[in-house]
C-alpha cells in the first residue's frame, strides 16, 4: 500500500486542522493505522491509530480530547482531526499502516509502510 499525508499548514493556537492519509494499491479496510509526529529534535512519537476494522481508535495522552481519527472507505481516506492546537503540536506529521488485526501499536517498528510526512505550524 502507498500512503500520502496532507493538509498541514500554518495555524494559529487554539485553531483546528484535519490531515488526510490516502492511500492507493490496497484497501485501507485491511490495514491497522496509525499517525505519528516528528518535531525538530525529538524522536517519532505516536499521536493515535485505528484498527482495522475502523471501530477502534486509539490516541496520545498528548492529543486525547482534542483529536479524532475517522476513515472514509469509499475515499480510501484516514483522517486525523486536530482542535483546540498548541504550539507544542507543531511537527512532521505522518500516517502508517500495518496489516494486523490487533490494536494500533504505538511504536514506530510497528508499522510497514509510511506515508511522506505533512508539517503542521501552530504559531501566531
Known amino acids: 500500500v502507498q500512503l500520502q499525508a496532507s493538509g498541514g499548514g500554518l495555524v494559529q493556537p487554539g485553531g483546528s486542522l484535519r490531515l488526510s492519509c490516502a492511500a492507493s494499491?490496497?484497501?485501507?479496510?485491511?490495514?491497522?493505522m496509525g499517525w505519528f509526529r516528528q518535531a525538530p529534535g525529538k524522536e517519532r512519537e505516536f499521536v493515535g491509530g485505528?484498527?482495522?476494522?475502523?471501530?477502534?481508535?486509539y490516541y496520545a495522552d498528548s492529543v486525547k480530547g482534542r483529536s479524532t481519527i475517522s476513515r472514509d472507505s469509499a475515499k480510501n481516506t484516514m483522517y486525523l482531526q486536530m482542535n483546540s492546537l498548541k504550539s507544542e503540536d507543531t511537527a512532521v506529521y505522518y500516517c502508517a499502516a500495518v496489516q494486523n488485526f490487533g490494536s494500533a501499536p504505538r511504536n514506530e517498528g510497528g508499522y510497514d509502510y509510511w506515508g511522506q510526512g505533512t508539517q503542521v505550524t501552530v504559531s501566531s
Open positions: 485505528m484498527g482495522w476494522s475502523g471501530t477502534s481508535t
Open positions: 494499491g490496497r484497501f485501507l479496510s485491511t490495514y491497522t
